[in-house]
């Protein structure tokens, strides 16, 4: 009896440590769910807007301008950021706010992208710290999911729209 107890624990704490490298693989190659919170990416995204980010981008050196992205903060590593991609290494990038009497540009080194908020007045982005390194982003959002309440039949459903 002990036998067979202490062969059924390993059988399952093998099959557990099998999924549990599947779904490692899966978050850390291929994409993840985020929740976005805050300001900064208003209209395009709500705070609280559910979405889907993909990681084979980021390991094909796929991004391109205008894609949103999903980074490791420069300030704080445990906090990620939501933003929209300006300009690419060895682009000219405009560092000026609208109010700004001169415009000022600086160029986006190699291994660095810059990044902004689509609410340019309420967002800490690239104008505030810069260029980040490539190797902080974490994936490309490439779906939005939003639930929205349905009031037929007391159901939720969820629509999914491209970003």
């Not at 990681?55 to 391109?64: E, L, P």
Request: one cysteine or more.
């Amino acid at each position: 009896m002990f036998r067979r107890t202490l062969g059924k624990t390993a059988a399952f704490v093998g099959y557990a440590i099998q999924y549990g490298c599947v779904a490692h693989c899966a978050f850390e190659y291929v994409g993840e769910v985020v929740v976005c919170s805050g300001p900064s990416m208003e209209p395009t995204i709500v705070s609280d807007d559910i979405i889907f980010s993909e990681r084979v981008s980021r390991h094909c050196y796929n991004i391109k301008k205008g894609d949103v992205i999903i980074a490791k903060s420069p300030f704080d590593p445990s906090m990620n950021i939501c933003k929209r991609v300006i300009g690419l290494e060895g682009d000219k990038v405009c560092t000026s706010g609208a109010s700004d009497l001169f415009q000022t540009h600086t160029y986006v080194p190699l291994g660095h992208i810059w990044v902004e908020g689509d609410n340019r007045q309420n967002s800490s982005d690239s104008r505030s710290y810069g260029p980040i390194p490539y190797a902080l982003i974490r994936g490309r959002a490439c779906l939005k999911v939003r639930e929205e309440v349905v009031w037929q039949k007391n159901r939720k459903l969820a629509c999914i729209r491209r970003l």
